[in-house]
């Protein structure tokens, strides 16, 4: 079948006679031997590329974002090894993810206590990580839109995690890093004096855990490897879905 025909039969549809930009993607001006049909046919399709729409960054369309932050310690001086924002709807389903690892800056290394917890290697971060300078950036400008547009920036514990991003960002010489605490919503505050819980030692009211919560909210344990940021980040999506469908808050 020579070329006009078969674009004739495969791109155009028998009922609405539309182009078909998939079948675009791989023509080449060299399989066509009148010039201008050439040019009829190859306008016709990037016309139709530049015509389709394009998908708005999800930070531009979700209600909420959850993030958390994998470690090299608990210290004022440690920082994020492991960096993910998870992007939701109103009903708290998940439209998308950023979850990278980040290399930490030259001489510092992940404790052995860390890496027992998250399971995030120095030799794993050092092969597949991500420069963190131009990570950094990144995810400020979620955080930024997130914030230009009133939706909640969510955390379980965010006194935590911001405090480790902003270190993280100091460390790197990132000094456009501006995320507070009073940026973000905590589930974990929110959530403690309707939770009930008491220390077994102090026999004091106290904070949930991430997955204590999440069992609270859906009566069931929480599934995936604790502790990974973009699993972790789930849960604290879960857990504050429920609560808004709850009134929570």
Request: charged share 25%.
């Amino acid at each position: 079948m020579g070329t006009l025909a078969r674009m004739q039969s495969e791109m155009l549809s028998p009922k609405t006679r539309v182009l078909d930009v998939k079948s675009c993607r791989d023509l080449r001006i060299e399989e066509f031997e009148d010039p201008f049909e050439a040019f009829f046919w190859l306008g016709a399709c990037a016309a139709k590329r530049e015509a389709s729409p394009k998908k708005a960054p999800l930070a531009d369309v979700a209600e909420f974002v959850a993030f958390d932050t994998e470690t090299t310690g608990l210290g004022s001086r440690d920082v994020a090894v492991q960096v993910c924002v998870g992007f939701y709807d109103a009903a708290g389903k998940a439209l998308g993810f950023y979850d990278k690892l980040w290399k930490p800056p030259r001489g510092a290394v992940i404790s052995k206590g860390s890496i027992a917890v998250h399971g995030v290697t120095n030799a794993r971060v050092l092969r597949d990580g991500l420069d963190a300078r131009s990570e950094l950036p990144k995810v400020h400008a979620i955080f930024k839109k997130m914030r230009s547009r009133g939706k909640r920036i969510v955390a379980h514990n965010a006194a935590f995690d911001v405090r480790i991003l902003c270190q993280t960002a100091s460390a790197h010489g990132f000094a456009g890093w501006d995320l507070k605490q009073s940026h973000t919503f905590c589930t974990m505050n929110a959530a403690a004096p309707r939770c009930g819980l008491k220390s077994k030692k102090t026999g004091r009211a106290r904070k949930p855990k991430n997955a204590e919560l999440y069992r609270i909210m859906t009566g069931k344990a929480p599934s995936g490897a604790l502790h990974d940021a973009q699993v972790d980040v789930g849960v604290t999506a879960r857990s504050y879905a429920e609560g808004v469908a709850r009134s929570w808050w």
